[in-house]
Structures are given as structure tokens and as C-alpha cells.
């Protein structure tokens, strides 16, 4: 071999020698086979189609739904139950600006009703997720506070049922978009 020739590769499968160029397709072949091979991370669920729970374990539920169509300012509902019981219907309305997520519980004939909670947003770690603007479509976080609703569901609920608490709602599961209501 002469000075400044690439000396032949010996591939790791054979003692055979390969040529510079065979030997970046077999490196490259394997790279592919092994990325497909591997698990995938499964896509983001978005925030209208969640189901979180309670972290208390009472079985609570917290659901997104579609805004309110003759309302401006409604950028979601959420639905909380036990069981088949509908406890609070909540409209979500954005602040502009900073950015403040608010609930407000909706009567049956979906008016606003009393003063508005906050939500917050939490990644697996517990730091802030909230986003700068609330969409239905944005991936749901891990977890879901709102300071303030144990304390409403014990004035509102006493004797009927178990209460809230102030808890933290936690991602279980994507939903269908049928069973999304």
C-alpha cells in the first residue's frame, strides 16, 4: 500500500474486506434497522380529548369540552364528575397579557355563576405549563391544579357524596374523539 491510499475495512460481521463506501452503507443500513426497530414515543394527546383523575384516588374526573359558541371569550369547558354525576360544568376564559387561565362554574343554563378559580398547568417534573395561549389542540400536561375548588366543593356539596379537596388532577388516558362527548 502506498503512502496517502485508504487501506481496506474489514466489516464486523466477516473478516471480508470492504471498501470505504460498502462499509458506510452497511453502517448505514444498520443505524436504519436499529431506528426502526426501536419503540417510537407515541404522540401527544391533545387537551381536548384527556381524561385526568383525581390524586386522591376518590375517582373524580376532569374532561375537556368545546367552548361556548355565543361566547366570546370561551375558550374551553371542563366537566368534573363522580361517576355518572356531573358535579361542575366550568368555562375556561384566557386573560390577555400575562396570560391568567380562569374558570367560572356554568348554571344548567350554561350563565356564569360566582367568582372565578385559577388553573395551572404542570409538566412530570411539577414546573409551570402553562401556555402563553390556551388551545384545545396543545398537548395535555402531566398535571392540573385549581387552587380554591376543594374549598368551593365543600361549601357547595357538604353531606353529599365524597368531597374534592384540593387536589391535583393527573393525566390518565387520550380519549376517542366519540367518547369525547
Not at 491510499?5 to 474489514?10: K, Y
Not at 362554574?105 to 356564569?112: A, G, H, K, T, V
Not at 380554591?148 to 384540593?166: A, K, M, T
Amino acid at each position: 500500500m502506498h503512502h496517502g491510499a485508504v487501506p481496506p475495512l474489514i466489516s464486523p460481521m466477516s473478516s471480508t474486506r470492504l471498501s470505504p463506501i460498502a462499509f458506510s452503507v452497511r453502517t448505514l443500513l444498520l443505524a436504519i434497522s436499529l431506528f426502526l426497530a426501536s419503540p417510537r414515543p407515541t404522540l401527544a394527546c391533545p387537551l381536548s380529548h384527556s381524561l385526568y383523575r383525581d390524586s386522591s384516588g376518590q375517582d373524580f374526573e376532569l374532561t375537556w369540552q368545546a367552548p361556548i359558541r355565543d361566547r366570546a371569550s370561551s375558550q374551553a369547558t371542563l366537566q368534573i364528575r363522580h361517576g355518572d354525576d356531573l358535579l361542575y360544568h366550568l368555562d375556561l376564559t384566557q386573560a390577555s397579557g400575562y396570560g391568567t387561565i380562569f374558570l367560572r362554574l356554568l348554571d344548567p343554563s350554561r350563565e356564569l355563576q360566582g367568582d372565578p378559580l385559577t388553573l395551572n398547568f404542570f409538566d412530570e417534573t411539577l414546573a409551570d405549563a402553562n401556555p402563553l395561549f390556551f388551545e384545545l389542540a396543545q398537548p395535555a400536561p402531566t398535571y392540573v391544579f385549581i387552587p380554591g375548588l376543594g374549598s368551593y366543593d365543600y361549601y357547595q356539596r357538604r353531606g353529599e357524596g365524597p368531597l374534592l379537596g384540593e387536589v391535583m388532577w393527573i393525566f390518565e388516558r387520550c380519549q376517542t374523539a366519540d367518547s369525547t362527548q
